[in-house]
């Protein structure tokens, strides 16, 4: 114990021989830590706030509905026959965060064609208070919710058919008893998803219209959307199919997980570059002190002490560093946290446009408690590899070693 004692005094005395490169050192490892952790938080929080704001326009975490609603191999396709009531919802705790919706593939008649598109009726006062889809009314107004036969087109699809707001249009579908349904609706806002495909495939009236449309009992609807995005649990329904999102949009969410693998693979390429640094620069400092060595070896040191003592030396700076790296990426997280950061900064002030919406995030940077040690291991792991060549050439070109 005492020679261990002994060996930490000595190598942490042989840190200050040089100590404006010591201290480059400890800057170079602290603010690559530091930058590597602030990096992982923004982008597990980018993606998250991110696909917040695209979930809550319109798509929702999950879908509760009939278990057979959804094709097994293709969520892409529905059987609108398959419909569900609320006596069926095992969990009644889920409707707070939830809405329902009645939806039916129809074809709506402008005055220049008529083009199919996919009308869903909406619960209007719960999609104000859980969606931010009537954000996206660029003309006219959202749905009222005692309104009768009103009817929401995207800005594209209403200039294809001609109609704008205040017009009447025909909407021609199937019932749910096989007969043909047909009305007038009257147009009372186009949206506008910043120039994404949806705007060619969605209109929305209130669920009572689509409901009388498609000859569905009041209590009956297709989907109970929930938009409680704090929560990544699915809820456990026996008699019900429950849909992530992941699986409604899988394109958005293989992208997302893309981005978060990058982004892990250019922090593993920052460690490494910055271990090579290091090592070319320790190599300098222990050849600088081969002579030193040499003594130590004629006085009776072994050549496994003047190693392990070396060893210790980087250690030490890389605890420091480490320490240093760790406070600096936390204070950054915590001051994006309450200066949350505008994702077009990074876009050349262009919104996202994901999935057919537009996406105009702020990143509040949440702390992740795996990344302040997972982050630290990794660089201890490259630190430890840095050490191994120039260890072996000093010991090498000791020309007295025991």
């Given amino acids: 114990m005492k020679s261990f004692a002994y060996l930490l005094k000595f190598s942490y005395r042989n840190l200050f021989r040089v100590p404006k490169r010591t201290l480059i050192m400890i800057l170079s490892?602290?603010?690559?830590?530091?930058?590597?952790?602030?990096?992982?938080?923004?982008?597990?929080?980018?993606?998250k706030e991110i696909m917040k704001d695209f979930l809550t326009q319109y798509a929702g975490v999950?879908?509760?509905?009939?278990?057979?609603?959804?094709?097994?191999?293709?969520?892409?396709?529905?059987?609108?026959?398959?419909?569900?009531?609320?006596?069926?919802?095992?969990?009644?705790?889920?409707?707070?965060?939830?809405?329902?919706?009645?939806?039916?593939?129809?074809?709506?008649?402008?005055?220049?064609k008529t083009l199919g598109v996919l009308m869903t009726g909406l619960e209007v006062e719960k999609e104000r208070k859980l969606s931010t889809l009537y954000k996206a009314i660029r003309a006219g107004k959202f749905l009222e919710p005692e309104g009768q036969r009103e009817i929401i087109l995207g800005?594209?699809?209403?200039?294809?058919?001609?109609?704008?707001?205040?017009?009447?249009?025909?909407?021609?579908?199937?019932?749910?008893?096989?007969?043909?349904?047909?009305?007038?609706?009257?147009v009372v806002g186009l949206l506008d998803f910043g120039g994404g495909d949806l705007e060619e495939s969605l209109a929305f009236t209130q669920l009572h219209s689509a409901q009388e449309f498609l000859s569905l009992p009041p209590e009956r609807f297709h989907q109970r959307v929930s938009f409680d995005v704090e929560s990544d649990d699915l809820p456990k329904l026996k008699s019900l199919g429950v849909t992530r999102w992941f699986d409604l949009i899988p394109e958005i969410g293989f992208s997302v997980q893309f981005i978060d693998n990058i982004t892990w693979f250019a922090c593993i390429i920052i460690v490494m570059v910055v271990s090579l640094g290091l090592s070319n620069t320790l190599m300098i400092t222990f050849f600088e002190r081969e002579q030193e060595f040499n003594s130590l070896n004629i006085i009776g040191a072994q050549t496994k002490w003047i190693?392990?003592?070396?060893?210790?030396?980087?250690?030490?700076?890389?605890?420091?560093?480490?320490?240093?790296?760790?406070?600096?990426?936390?204070?950054a997280v915590k001051y994006f946290y309450y200066h949350p950061i505008?994702?077009?900064?990074?876009?050349?002030?262009?919104?996202?446009?994901?999935?057919?919406?537009?996406?105009?995030?702020?990143?509040?940077?949440?702390?992740?408690?795996?990344?302040?040690?997972?982050?630290?291991?990794?660089?201890?792991?490259?630190?430890?590899?840095?050490?191994?060549?120039?260890?072996?050439?000093?010991?090498?070109?000791?020309?007295?070693?025991?």
């Fill in 62 to 112: 999950y879908h509760v509905t009939h278990p057979d609603y959804y094709d097994a191999k293709n969520k892409k396709q529905f059987n609108s026959y398959k419909t569900m009531t609320d006596e069926d919802l095992e969990r009644k705790d889920l409707i707070p965060k939830s809405t329902r919706r009645a939806v039916a593939p129809v074809f709506i008649s402008g005055e220049k």
């Fill in 307 to 331: 190693t392990i003592s070396l060893m210790i030396e980087v250690f030490i700076m890389g605890t420091v560093a480490i320490g240093l790296g760790v406070l600096m990426g936390y204070l």
């Fill in 342 to 402: 505008n994702i077009e900064l990074f876009t050349g002030g262009k919104p996202i446009i994901m999935g057919g919406m537009t996406i105009v995030p702020l990143v509040k940077i949440y702390a992740l408690p795996q990344y302040f040690w997972q982050v630290p291991l990794m660089i201890y792991f490259f630190l430890s590899l840095t050490m191994i060549y120039p260890l072996i050439r000093v010991i090498r070109r000791s020309k007295n070693a025991i």
């Fill in 29 to 47: 490892l602290s603010f690559g830590c530091g930058f590597i952790i602030w990096d992982l938080n923004f982008a597990n929080s980018g993606s």
């Fill in 155 to 186: 800005k594209k699809f209403a200039q294809r058919i001609e109609a704008n707001v205040g017009d009447e249009v025909a909407v021609v579908g199937q019932a749910m008893d096989g007969s043909v349904a047909n009305d007038l609706y009257r």
